[in-house]
């Protein structure tokens, strides 16, 4: 039987990448620093290292590129539930392949999806959109 849904992990474009990453290991630092400056256990401390470790959970597991066969479908779902976009076959004019990163064009208005995917990930989606 073969399966219909392809699923790889990815990262946003460069630059939302970055501001991601860099505001979510602030709070990382916050709950650090506020442990290492009070010497008995903070609620804010450990609030905040709960928050760091929900907030690196979302922005690895939540962000799919879901490769939809049946229905001839790339959709590629965002830290929210809002944020998901699904990109026909149909649309999917070009498809460049850089050093870990992968960036659609979608024709009727020329827009660019660049996403962050490892190598093996990235030849199987070639293969699957050939």
């Known amino acids: 039987m073969q399966k219909n849904n392809d699923r790889y992990f990815y990262q946003p474009d460069l630059y939302s990448m970055i501001i991601f990453w860099s505001w979510t290991f602030v709070l990382l630092f916050i709950s650090g620093t506020g442990w290492l400056e009070i010497t008995h256990v903070q609620w804010f401390t450990i609030a905040m290292f709960i928050l760091f470790l929900l907030i690196t959970f ?73």
């Open 58 to 130: 979302l922005g690895i597991w939540r962000r799919q590129l879901i490769v939809d066969q049946k229905q001839q479908t790339i959709t590629l779902r965002g830290v929210l539930p809002g944020q998901k976009r699904v990109l026909p076959f149909k649309q999917i004019s070009q498809v460049r392949q850089r050093k870990h990163r992968l960036i659609f064009t979608v024709e009727p208005v020329k827009q660019q999806f660049s996403i962050h995917v490892g190598q093996r990930a990235q030849h199987r989606i070639i293969k699957l959109l050939s």
